[in-house]
């Protein structure tokens, strides 16, 4: 079935290093993918999100790249601030030639930066 | 304020009642989901609607049920048949068909006591 791994499940950074996740995805017809933002107890935000027509996409110090043929999708984050940690989930749309709104989202990674 | 109203945000079941979410949107959407999410994992589909009188089953469909009787609202109903139902739910909603921005609510958490 339609699957997304994200990797890694922890992440820690130095405030002001780089932060990347990585996230592969199964369904070569999925063609939307977003990132989402997670902080303890609340629930998601769409912090930047990619489509399939695009190989980059930047908006001030984050940034995600799509590689179509390796079926794999990554988030940047430069000059990492303590602000920055939370839970960040990516996702894939759902293909098939039913025309929903249904994502597959990763398992998520906890990303903790330290002052 | 415009945005997805989740509510109660805390609730607690006792084994073997029915407990209902309420999820309400005025956004203006005809799209709408929900989600569960278990500790230090993602989440996942339980249903979800793409307009008025009409709902689809997700991935883990079994042991709730849902309605949509009005495009704003799209309420959550846990059963007792849900084996296992303590977690976060979440509800969503975006403008029909693929690629566009899905909207969370603040998310409700269920206990089974």
Redesign the interface.
């Known amino acids: 079935g339609e699957n997304?791994e994200?990797h890694p499940s922890t992440l820690s950074v130095q405030e002001g290093d780089s932060a990347v996740i990585k996230c592969t995805y199964s369904d070569s017809a999925s063609?939307?993918f977003?990132w989402?933002k997670q902080e303890l107890?609340?629930?998601?935000?769409?912090i930047i999100?990619i489509?399939s027509n695009v190989g980059e996409k930047k908006d001030q110090r984050i940034a995600v790249t799509l590689n179509k043929t390796a079926k794999h999708f990554s988030l940047h984050i430069t000059e990492t601030q303590p602000e920055d940690s939370a839970v960040y989930?990516c996702a894939a749309?759902s293909g098939g030639s039913s025309?929903?709104?249904?994502?597959i989202?990763?398992?998520?990674t906890t990303l903790q930066v330290k002052p | 304020d415009g945005g997805i109203t989740q509510s109660p945000k805390y609730l607690f079941r006792k084994e073997g009642q029915n407990v209902t979410l309420s999820c309400e949107q005025n956004l203006n959407h005809d799209a709408m989901y929900w989600y569960r999410q278990d500790p230090g994992q993602g989440l996942r589909l339980i249903y979800y609607s793409q307009i008025v009188n009409d709902f689809q089953k997700g991935d883990i469909a079994e042991g709730y049920s849902v309605s949509r009787e009005k495009k704003e609202s799209f309420p959550l109903t846990v059963t007792s048949a849900q084996k296992n139902p303590t977690a976060f739910y979440l509800c969503a909603s975006s403008m029909a068909g693929t690629g566009n921005t899905i909207y969370f609510g603040e998310g409700s958490w269920l206990t089974v006591v």
């Open positions: 997304v994200q063609n939307y977003p989402y107890g609340k629930g998601p935000q769409l999100d489509r989930f749309s025309n929903t709104g249904k994502l989202f990763g398992q998520g």
